[in-house]
Nanobody, 113 residues
Framework: QVQLVESGGGLVQPGGSLRLSCAAS????????MSWYRQAPGKERELVAT????????NYADSVKGRFTISRDNAKNTLYLQMNSLKPEDTAVYYC??????WGQGTQVTVSS
């Protein structure tokens, strides 16, 4: 069965960095577009970034452009999100997603001094 397991979240000060990982299994990882989403308290889940199956094409939400980088290692079946210059408004639970119905359990990112 499809499994997505996020890791790498935590508490970081404004201006700091974190790298999230999403370990995938149960499907042919290299064949699928992958995405990161986030959900802040009291807000709807929103798309953060998307990467094509081979990694050659990426798209970002305007709010994270220039600060976040999505990448993947198809040999390791792992998706990444490098987050730099973090702001308090980046605080959320971050999820990876494949297809329409498969989500990870999420990892909490808190940006606070």
């Amino acid at each position: 069965q499809v499994q997505l397991v996020e890791s790498g979240g935590g508490l970081v000060q404004p201006g700091g960095s974190l790298r999230l990982s999403c370990a995938a299994s149960g499907f042919t990882f290299s064949s699928y577009i992958m995405s990161w989403y986030r959900q802040a308290p009291g807000k709807e889940r929103e798309l953060v970034a998307t990467i094509s199956s081979a990694g050659g094409s990426t798209n970002y939400a305007d709010s994270v452009k220039g600060r976040f980088t999505i990448s993947r290692d198809n040999a390791k079946n792992t998706l990444y999100l490098q987050m730099n210059s973090l702001k308090p408004e980046d605080t959320a639970v971050y999820y990876c997603r494949v297809g329409r119905q498969y989500w990870g359990q999420g990892t909490q990112v808190t940006v606070s001094s």
